[in-house]
């Protein structure tokens, strides 16, 4: 079947029959008889013949609604000789189903094919991040799988032990995609600067926050790659905003309804740019569940909120603010010179103490990657591990 990856399965398809403009496959499983059925429209819809498929692409090529509809009103011809569902169609068409293709997508079966990136899961007390190598993740295969899902899952990696020459941030980066450039270019360097148009480039202290919430749509993964940290001060802070988020819905259900309905402004401006979106601090999926934290107190604009809503709004921010800043949701660490956190800046909140430019250099390298690309990398190097154990 025109499909990367694998998922021949030893399961020989040992009858297929029509019955109501369906293809009933009985399949072969150890010593039993697992069966299915399936649309014909499905099954012509699937055809993986050249004609139907572009062979070197793998995409669909063929569109049903080109497809005259009297050929599905007629069985087609049934040849399941070799294991496998060979169909011949009323129009002449004829298609080949691998048998452990089919098996993987029996209709009332989909849940046994779980998704190969993780939910999220809430950082519990005492959260430790996931480490990796930098020379392990780099050469690919387990210790890399591990190190994505973690970084899916917990919305937090780390990758330890690097060079501590610039650039090989770019490296990582591109073992998942292209970097997302903003505003503030693609890569990006963070230390005191002269002439700071952020405070990440000055030497204060930073809040946790998320990184860019004044844009429609943030970006997703961030990474900071440490080349120097030899100042006094500048240790790193993070928390899971989805477990703060929790924690303010259970402790106070009205705050958490209010930073979650109620959309406030927030923008960024220098002398090129001025972006501005109006957004909730905390947003909801539709299974009410916490899917994104959006927290910035440098990005947040002027509060222009009708003057009933103004007072409980700052309620409830600072609620949510205070748990914020308990000590049971804060991660603390101090990154080494070759070490690299990357984090889910929609989901994670980062910070650091402010530090003493006068008493030695830090010095990171930052960039952002979507998520699509980790999912993406994730998949790749799964399939890779696979290819390269069978
Ligand atoms: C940033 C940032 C944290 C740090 O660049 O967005 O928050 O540790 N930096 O300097
Ligand atoms: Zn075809
Ligand atoms: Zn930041």
Redesign the pocket.
Known sequence: MKEYGAYALDLPIVAAGYAEACIQVDWQVMDTIESAAFPLLWLRDHCACDACRHPQTYERTQFIIDLDPACLEVAPAIDVADGHLGLTWSDGHVSRFDAGWLYRLRPHQQAWQPSIVPANRAWAENFSAHRTDFDDYMAGGGARLDWLHALCRDGFAILQNGPSEGGEIDRVAATIGPIRATNFGGR?E?FSKPKPN????TALG?EL?T?LTNWKNPPDI?M?YCLANDAQG?E?IFADGVAVAEALRQQDPEAFRLLAETAIDCRFADEDSDIVVRATVIHLDEHDQVIEVRFNNWLRDNLRLPPAQIMPWYRAYLAFWKILRSPRYRLDLR?AAGEMVAFDNRRVL???KSFDPQTGR?H?Q?CYVDYDMVESALRVTARQSHDASV
């Not at 952020?198 to 480039?201: E, G, K, P, Q, R």
């Open positions: 990006f963070v952020n405070a990440a480039y930073l926050h990184d961030q900071l500048g790193s990154l980062h910070g650091r830090r990171l930052g």
